[in-house]
């Protein structure tokens, strides 16, 4: 019997059989990766004079760097990235770019480790795991830091507020910035209204002369459409990458209805609907077997030129329970967190709307674990990256914390940045007045509630462990 075996065997009393063998399918076979020490390898430019930096791959088979500071203040951060990306890692280039991307948490003195992950797409238990395993090559090359922290961007807040679920005592602290914090069954609410609002204005995806198939789905399983001929539709509906002036009117008008019904920005209109169509074909395909997670029947568009003629007219569909099941279970968060927690988050994200949150303040709320969550907010309008002194000085707030007993407060944080900047000279927006709206100010509500019940401790327990998790009940 192989490890995987033995571990869903385990398991076989806690879950329906069927879903045992539909996460057998989302796992594949044993890794077959042999597990090998880290080799030195070349840092990137933003650390190559602070710091000596490793690659290695997992037994697993996900691909880790590591950078050590030459003045090491003897702590760690364990970073999670975002995404997904749908490609497979060939390489342990995706961490090696993130470590030059938040090259501060080095700076300040941390040494920094992130996986790769094992294979493209979504599944954050999956990323979960390959995290935590970067961590664990880490102590086993350069023994144990005096703190670990975790910290996750975009999609990887939601990985590294997870991953302190899942491991509660083994991070003294976690910092999530521009975090996915609404989790996956109502984080992608919106563009589950992206896809069928755009169909309805331009239907051209797909066309009527193309097979046809449920807009949950993003993209048939066998389309061979590429991203570059996603985008020259979107154009050809809406043109979006012309001059304003040499739009058709009725290019304008498809613009202008999608903008104010979904309330996604312009600039970054192509990557949600890029989302909407390759993540959610992932989703959808490659991980729950077909089955549709998400809804909008119920939902009430408005903003548009004529609401009535859309919400006549805009595609409906309800979610399959167990699909909706399996993803909250592997991508919403409990709030059942033990340690100092700080959040940072442009108060203008395109991508990862500030309300998410909002969503995470309940979620923890609801836990009881509030007094343990201090978020902050940033007049910033990136998604990507935000300023080197506002992490510094989220990173600082969070160590001192940890250390002290003592919770920061956003003021107090906004406060210490300056000196921070003075290092960095990238400027500090931080705003400790700034509240965001609710959820669902923000993203339509599905009817019929926003995620389900948590999974009981006995589940987590033994989920947790199983190797290669991508969605599991």
Not at 100 to 110: A, I, N, Q
Not at 280 to 291: A, K, T, Y
Not at 405 to 422: L, N, S
Request: overall charge negative; hydrophobic content about 35%.
């Amino acid at each position: 019997m192989t490890h995987l075996s033995r571990h869903l065997a385990r398991a076989a009393g806690l879950v329906p059989a069927a879903t045992l063998l539909l996460l057998a399918a989302l796992t594949g076979p044993p890794a077959q990766a042999a597990e090998a020490a880290p080799v030195p390898t070349t840092c990137p430019p933003a650390v190559a004079e602070l710091a000596t930096c490793w690659t290695g791959q997992d037994a697993n088979g996900a691909f880790y760097a590591i950078a050590v500071p030459r003045e090491w203040n003897g702590d760690l951060v364990v970073h999670s990235h975002g995404g997904p990306d749908l490609d497979d890692p060939t390489d342990a280039s995706r961490s090696l770019d993130d470590l030059d991307r938040w090259s501060v948490m080095v700076r300040e003195g941390y040494a920094w480790v992130g996986s790769a992950y094992r294979r493209g797409g979504f599944g954050t238990r999956m990323a979960v795991a390959d995290t935590e395993s970067a961590r664990t090559e880490f102590v086993a090359a350069f023994g144990e830091p005096g703190r670990t922290f975790a910290h996750g961007q975009s999609w990887g807040g939601d990985v590294a507020a997870k991953l302190v679920e899942v491991h509660p005592s083994t991070y003294d602290g976690v910092l999530l910035t521009n975090g996915v914090l609404a989790g996956g069954s109502r984080g992608y609410d919106y563009r589950v209204d992206l896809r069928v609002v755009y169909q309805y204005y331009c239907g051209n995806h797909p066309r009527p002369t193309e097979p046809q198939y449920p807009l949950w789905m993003g993209l048939r399983a066998d389309s061979t459409m590429t991203s570059g001929g996603l985008r020259a539709r979107l154009q050809e509906c809406t043109g979006i990458e012309s001059d304003p002036a040499t739009r058709t009117p009725l290019q304008q008008q498809n613009l202008d209805d999608i903008l104010a019904v979904t309330g996604i920005p312009e600039r970054t209109l192509g990557s949600h609907l890029s989302f909407a169509t390759f993540t959610f074909r992932d989703i959808v395909h490659e991980r729950l077997g077909d089955r549709n997670p998400f809804s909008n029947r119920g939902v009430r568009y408005s903003g548009s030129h004529d609401d009535r003629a859309l919400n006549r007219g805009v595609e409906r569909f309800s979610a399959d329970p167990s699909a909706r099941r399996d993803l909250s279970w592997d991508s919403d968060l409990t709030g059942a967190v033990t340690i100092p927690t700080v959040t940072l988050h442009a108060t203008d994200d395109p991508t990862a709307f500030v309300e998410h949150e909002s969503a995470y303040r309940e979620t923890r709320e609801g836990a009881g674990t509030a007094d343990l969550l201090v978020q902050n907010f940033t007049h910033e309008s990136e998604h990507s990256a935000l300023s080197n002194s506002g992490y510094a000085a989220a990173m600082d707030a969070l160590a001192t914390w940890v250390d002290t007993g003592v919770r920061p407060t956003p003021a107090g944080i906004a406060a210490a940045c300056p000196a921070f900047d003075a290092t960095y000279g990238a400027g500090c927006f931080l705003d400790p007045g700034f509240t965001p709206g609710s959820y669902a100010s923000r993203v339509e509500p599905r009817p019929g509630g926003t995620r389900w019940p948590a999974i009981s401790a006995a589940q987590e327990r033994a989920w947790s462990h199983v190797p290669g998790i991508g969605i599991a009940p």
